[in-house]
């Protein structure tokens, strides 16, 4: 068992460390700055990481007092509470400019005799998830339903043989290099898209335990045929000249992976919950725009599970709200504060397409704020009417029931201008961070 951050005298410590990390860059001029200077919002365009939303100014700003006066953040007491929270504790989280995370990774044989590697991020048990440090998703138990058009369930059925899981069946193809070509009138819907890895027709991240309590698990495969003396060379990361080769046998979120320290590293994605700035993982995606936008693996037996179920008995999956026409880096006027060139309101899949970061996506329930948290994310796209842009009302959303009271109002709707709906798109996107 690892050491608990969250008791004992150098938890204290270390809570203080992790909580100035979240709250100022950790790089670039911030990190010099004196305690009383940190309060003032100093962005550093060249980090990219100056998003007054996400990157929270220190909370001595605008008071007399020194940042860290205050005390720990109430999350510190009660996870429920307002503060910083790790929520996938399973590895370890390096904060930063595009803030990666560390984890486990496993190596098994697939039916095929093909080697194939994975991780393990949510569990439907929540004994086995607390005990290794992952997300507990009550909601997964439902995920071994729908059929796809050749009569498989959404989680593959396997069976545990000497400590790991034996005859899996599906796989994946890393060779496809990604690619998105932004549309015509507008970057959404792009012209073209190919994700940079490929699911076969068994391929899902969901396995379900047969021999295990049959409880659902989130164990998404990252490496395909490849041995373990190849990847062990990208311990450090990925060597600008072996890219291209590493890419088409790794998934794309990959930025480092090390079999002999049995770990790999994975890009993380901003999004909102519930007016929270959150860090998630992405690993797959039942449609090629997503799993292309954000580097997953395309898996189209996730399309199997029902969609628009959100809280309903049995239902498998949580909401995810996608806008796509909010405000781009080209909406800010000239003479913005700091000489800043990232719009503050900036989200949605035509800045992500056009690649100024994240879609700043919104998700529904995350563990310490509600029970009904489900890895496999069920997107609503939600577009700004003409009126809403031309007057002004177009804004940056981070909650669930922000984006549904201005669907019920009509300032936002689907992208055929009809009323929010369910686009029938998974993303498998396991949550690991809360900064707030
Ligand atoms: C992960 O993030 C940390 C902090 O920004 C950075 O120093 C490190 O290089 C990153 N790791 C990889 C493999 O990119
Ligand atoms: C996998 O290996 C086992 C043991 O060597 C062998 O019996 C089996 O036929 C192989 N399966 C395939 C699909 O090659
Ligand atoms: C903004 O840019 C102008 C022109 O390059 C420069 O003179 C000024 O110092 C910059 N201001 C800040 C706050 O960086
Ligand atoms: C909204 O504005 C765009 C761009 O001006 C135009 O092409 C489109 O027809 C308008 N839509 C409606 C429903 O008026």
Not at 92 to 119: D, K, R
Not at 138 to 160: C, D, S, W, Y
């Amino acid at each position: 068992m690892g050491v608990s951050k969250y008791g004992g005298v150098s938890a204290v410590l270390l809570f203080a460390i992790c909580a100035c990390q979240s709250r100022a860059s950790p790089t670039g001029p911030r990190k010099a700055l004196g305690r009383r200077q940190a309060s003032r919002f100093n962005p550093d365009p060249a980090s990219g990481f100056d998003d007054p939303t996400v990157d929270i100014a220190d909370p001595s700003f605008g008071t007399a007092i020194a940042a860290g006066y205050q005390g720990p953040m109430a999350s510190y007491e009660n996870h429920a509470l307002v503060g910083p929270v790790d929520l996938l504790r399973s590895g370890q989280l390096n904060l930063g400019p595009s803030p990666n995370y560390t984890l486990p990774v496993y190596q098994s044989t697939a039916l095929s005799n093909e080697t194939y590697w994975w991780i393990v991020t949510d569990s439907s048990d929540e004994g086995n998830a607390q005990q290794l440090g992952i997300n507990f998703s009550p909601k997964l138990r439902f995920a071994a339903q729908g059929r796809t058009l050749n009569g498989l369930t959404a989680a593959e059925e396997v069976r545990i043989v000497d400590n790991t899981v034996g005859g899996r069946r599906g796989m994946v193809d890393f060779s496809p290099v990604r690619n998105i070509v932004p549309g015509q009138s507008s970057p959404f819907p792009p012209a073209h898209v190919q994700p940079g890895s490929v699911g076969d027709e068994f391929y899902t991240p969901l396995i379900q335990l047969t021999n295990g309590g049959g409880e659902i698990w989130n164990a998404p495969i990252i490496a395909g045929d490849v041995t373990e003396d190849y990847l062990n060379q990208f311990c450090d990361g990925i060597p600008s000249d072996m890219l291209e080769d590493f890419r088409s046998k790794v998934h794309d979120q990959v930025l480092a992976i090390c079999p002999r320290e049995q770990t790999v590293t994975l890009a993380t994605i901003h999004g909102f919950s519930f007016g929270k700035s959150v860090l998630y993982l992405i690993a797959d995606g039942s449609d090629p725009l997503p799993a292309t936008l954000d580097g997953g693996t395309y898996s189209p037996r996730l399309g199997a599970l029902p969609t628009g179920g959100d809280d309903a008995l049995f239902s498998g999956v949580e909401r995810f709200f996608v806008c796509t026409n909010g405000y781009t880096d080209a909406d800010l006027a000239p003479g913005a504060p700091n000489n800043e060139t990232h719009h503050p309101w900036r989200q949605g899949l035509d800045s992500s397409i056009l690649g100024e970061g994240n879609a700043l996506n919104i998700l529904g329930a995350i563990p310490t704020v509600a029970y009904d948290y489900s890895p496999l994310w069920n997107f609503e796209l939600y577009t700004w009417t003409n009126y809403s842009i031309e007057n002004g009302i177009r804004t940056r959303l981070t909650a669930e029931f922000e984006v549904l009271g201005m669907a019920a109002a009509g300032y936002v709707t689907d992208p055929n201008g009809d009323t929010l709906s369910d686009a029938k798109i998974i993303n498998n996107c396991p949550v690991v961070y809360r900064y707030l």
